[in-house]
């Protein structure tokens, strides 16, 4: 297909597709399962050619404020492959909602954002934009849809 649906956890393999065990997979969507920071790397990837990216996750921390325009995670939260299947298994991690992302940022002291264009209008600081760090995004992210070219497939579905 055109676009394919990326992921990052550790109980399925990587780079092979897996049903992903959502409650709202009612089709038994197959998603691409890559490494953290390969699923990292294909979304600055994308980002910075101007491909278009759907990005699919958890709104329900503290750290996301639409009123703010921010989405951070608490101070010295973990964001690597252990914690976020832990949070996953714990349905912490869930898929709450999805914004389209449409660029990258740092602020003052280099920690660098995606920014996501949110459907909920644009009453907050950014016209509706919200800036998500990139540890949120590597802690939070249940998924990516993205074009196929971005994605460097080794499996077949």
């Not at 956890?9 to 998603?31: G, I, M, V, W």
Request: hydrophobic letters at 35%; charged letters at 25%.
């Amino acid at each position: 297909g055109e676009y394919i649906a990326v992921t990052s956890f550790t109980h399925h393999p990587y780079h092979k597709f897996a049903d992903l065990e959502l409650p709202d997979n009612y089709n038994r969507d197959r998603f691409y399962n890559l490494p953290l920071d390969t699923m990292m790397s294909v979304l600055e990837h994308a980002v910075s050619h101007g491909r278009g990216v759907c990005w699919e996750g958890d709104i329900s921390e503290p750290g996301f404020s639409f009123a703010d325009g921010t989405a951070v995670l608490p101070y010295r939260a973990q964001s690597d492959a252990a914690a976020r299947q832990s949070a996953f298994e714990r349905f912490d991690t869930t898929d709450d909602h999805s914004m389209a992302v449409v660029g990258m940022a740092r602020d003052s002291s280099g920690r660098r954002y995606f920014i996501m264009k949110n459907s909920w209008g644009t009453d907050n600081p950014f016209g509706g934009l919200m800036y998500l760090s990139e540890d949120y995004v590597r802690m939070k992210t249940i998924a990516l849809f993205l074009p196929a070219d971005c994605v460097p497939v080794r499996d077949g579905r």
